[in-house]
């Protein structure tokens, strides 16, 4: 089955670690995002990518880091400046040829800095 | 960015059909409008789109005012599995961000 597999489900990290969450996706799809949401909230974009070794900031990218060195990976880096990193992270894909294309989501990763 | 506005929650009985509504009053001509849900410690899931027709696929049934400005997603027969946060969003062309406001909590009683 296609779909979006974030890893892991659960991390736990000190504060001051930077953290990779991994997020791939076999839908071949060009575009793929990283959103954050806090207890209760909805969903911020911290990054996106329309294509391979190319991306673009969100509304709160600060403290964050992507790479797309492949189509169908785009790993993301909580760093160390990230001031409340304590959050679910998801990631989503779509088809990037048709703006109306839906975005396929994962299960997200629950992240937990103390 | 065009925005949309949500009740916070709504409550439904079970088998009983669940009208979500959704204002966005500033809605540009190119802009889809997107519903998606989310449950409890997943991912959003993607239920349904249009543009300016009435839409109906196996989950939902959308349906767009004429002026656009609001629309209504449509659960027929709710059952206990459609308890969730349904987000009502607005994607224009050429553009990848796409944002998430805090949707609309359904709870479906049995």
């Known amino acids: 089955d296609g779909g979006i597999t974030q890893s892991p489900k659960y991390l736990f990290r000190k504060e001051g670690q930077n953290v990779t969450l991994s997020c791939e996706q076999n839908?071949?799809?060009?575009?793929m995002y990283w959103y954050r949401q806090d207890p209760g909230q909805g969903l911020r974009l911290i990054y996106y990518?329309?294509?391979?070794?190319?991306?673009q900031k969100g509304d709160i990218a600060e403290g964050y880091s992507v790479s797309r060195e492949k189509k169908e990976s785009f790993p993301l880096t909580v760093t160390s400046a990230q001031k409340n990193p304590t959050a679910f992270y998801l990631c989503?894909?779509?088809?990037?040829?048709?703006?109306?294309?839906?975005?396929?989501f994962g299960n997200g990763t629950r992240l937990t800095v103390t | 960015d065009a925005k949309t506005t949500q009740p916070n929650s709504m409550e439904s009985n079970e088998e009983e059909p669940v009208h979500l509504p959704c204002n966005h009053s500033?809605?540009?001509?190119?802009?889809?409008i997107h519903w998606y849900r989310q449950l409890p410690s997943q991912g959003p899931e993607y239920v349904i789109h249009?543009?300016?027709s009435n839409v109906n696929n196996r989950m939902a049934s959308l349906a767009i005012a004429e002026d656009r400005k609001s629309s209504t997603l449509i659960l027929h027969r709710a059952t206990l599995r459609d308890a969730a946060v349904y987000y009502c969003?607005?994607?224009?062309?050429?553009?990848?961000?796409?944002?998430f406001g805090a949707g609309t909590t359904v709870t479906v009683r049995a």
């Open positions: 989503a894909s779509s088809s990037g040829s048709r703006v109306a294309s839906p975005l396929h």
């Open positions: 839908l071949n799809h060009d575009a």
């Open positions: 990518s329309q294509i391979v070794n190319d991306f």
């Open positions: 500033t809605i540009s001509g190119t802009d889809y």
């Open positions: 249009g543009l300016t």
């Open positions: 969003i607005l994607r224009a062309s050429n553009d990848y961000k796409l944002s």
